[in-house]
């Protein structure tokens, strides 16, 4: 929150889409300042970008500095901003950028730039395969940028191939993580989100509306902070960035299955699930069908899921850290301490779903966090973006 990221857009039938990175990294709390090469400038106009808030925007080497008694135009956005996004970048801004030429504004800026610097190329297929091109790719590696890949599909001019601008999701994460602490580089994390579903016959399922928004996001900032993360899910609607493992199941004991193979490997695990604690009787493989005799009713018999977070406690080993969480209707604070003890956590999450505001299918929560040292803390309503950050932080720190 409050960071600057400088944008570089270049002459691209994608240089549109740099607006929708442009708003993404406002709704995210960035200041955004932008550099349109001169052919950029002839697919959107500078002022379109200054429209929507990015300030400064230049377009030509000899631009006015914000401040001319302290900046100058080409090294401004190396001395304010915090990172350095390039998209799209043409074949041609990659091959300035990799040869070190300064002879327009972007070129300049990036040369002088001593942050984060990210590319997002977008270009025809055949130039993005061109020996040349790979070779500027491959060198933009050795330098140090972090490089999105293009994606695969139509491009503007009819071909079908590499060379699409990456998904704005993609390039958005890049920059995010960028922005980041990596404060949990090396850790392996595992993250359990989302509902289960137990058949009962072949068309019906119990199951609860959790959404996965708060294991989503905690996996999103483990991502984000460096962390190697796996996301054991149940069914949920949620699309994860690539380098984030996802593990697909439906049924609790699917997911107890998956949890006890991946624990041995994990620094941490964060179990968000809202896991059916019990599953019906299955009735048969067949739809059961109503019955005259039905006006009175059916009875289903239940039987218990294993406990995953309780298995994961029992089965911790030094060093491992477990995060569980709890959706209480009344004593939250008491019954948070009970499954602290009861399940060998080193932090436990509490919140009173019964308040609006919390739980299920609202992107806030409001928090009681309790560790083992005894530390309890109340937290305001947060975003659950908000939420997660601080639990790692409150882990990691604790
Ligand atoms: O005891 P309770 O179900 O309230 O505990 C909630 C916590 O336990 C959550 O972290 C949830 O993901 C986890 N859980 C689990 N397996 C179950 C039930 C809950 O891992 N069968």
């Given at each position: 929150m409050g960071k600057r990221v400088h944008l570089g857009v270049t002459?691209?039938?994608?240089?549109?889409?740099a607006l929708d990175l442009l708003r993404l990294l406002q709704e995210a709390d960035c200041r955004v300042s932008a550099t349109l090469t001169e052919s950029c400038a002839r697919f959107v106009a500078p002022l379109t970008f200054e429209a929507l808030g990015a300030a400064p925007v230049y377009t030509s080497m000899f631009d006015e500095a914000p401040d001319a008694d302290t900046a100058f135009g080409h090294l401004e956005p190396g001395q304010e901003a915090d990172v350095m996004a390039i998209a799209p970048a043409s074949a041609n801004t990659l091959a300035r950028l990799a040869y070190g030429l300064a002879d327009d504004m972007l070129s300049c800026q990036a040369l002088a730039f001593p942050g984060p610097k990210i590319v997002a190329p977008a270009m025809n297929p055949r130039m993005w395969e061109a020996p040349a091109t790979r070779r500027n790719w491959d060198m933009l590696g050795e330098l140090g940028y972090i490089r999105v890949l293009p994606g695969t599909g139509f491009v503007a001019c009819g071909d079908t191939g590499t060379?699409?601008?990456?998904?704005m999701e993609e390039i958005l994460t890049a920059v995010l993580k960028a922005l980041s602490?990596?404060?949990?580089?090396?850790r392996k994390v595992l993250i359990t989100l989302g509902p289960t579903r137990e058949s009962w016959d072949a068309v019906r399922f119990w199951s609860n509306p959790s959404s996965g928004t708060m294991g989503a996001c905690m996996a999103m900032a483990a991502h984000l902070r460096g962390a190697e993360v796996t996301v054991v899910a149940g069914p949920t609607n949620l699309t994860f960035p690539g380098d984030i493992s996802v593990v697909s199941v439906t049924t609790a004991r699917q997911m107890f299955e998956a949890c006890a193979d991946l624990w041995p490997g994990m620094d941490a695990a964060c179990l968000t699930a809202a896991v059916a604690d019990y599953r019906p009787?299955?009735?048969?493989d067949t739809k059961f069908k109503k019955t005259s005799s039905a006006g009175a009713g059916i009875t289903v018999e239940f039987e218990p899921n294993p406990d995953i977070l309780k298995s994961l406690g029992q089965a911790k080993k030094d060093g491992q850290k477990l995060i569980g969480f709890a959706a209480e209707t009344d004593n939250v604070k008491e019954e948070a301490a009970r499954k602290l003890a009861a399940k060998n956590l080193d932090l436990i999450a509490a919140n009173?779903?019964?308040?609006?505001?919390?739980?299920?299918?609202?992107p806030t929560n409001q928090m009681t966090v309790l560790d083992e040292s005894g530390r309890m803390e109340t937290w305001p309503q947060l975003p659950k973006t908000e939420v997660a950050w601080r639990l790692w932080d409150h882990l990691l720190l604790g």
């Open positions: 002459g691209s039938i994608a240089a549109y889409k060379g699409r601008l990456a998904p602490p990596q404060d949990l580089a090396g009787v299955p009735f048969g009173d779903i019964s308040r609006p505001g919390s739980g299920f299918g609202v």
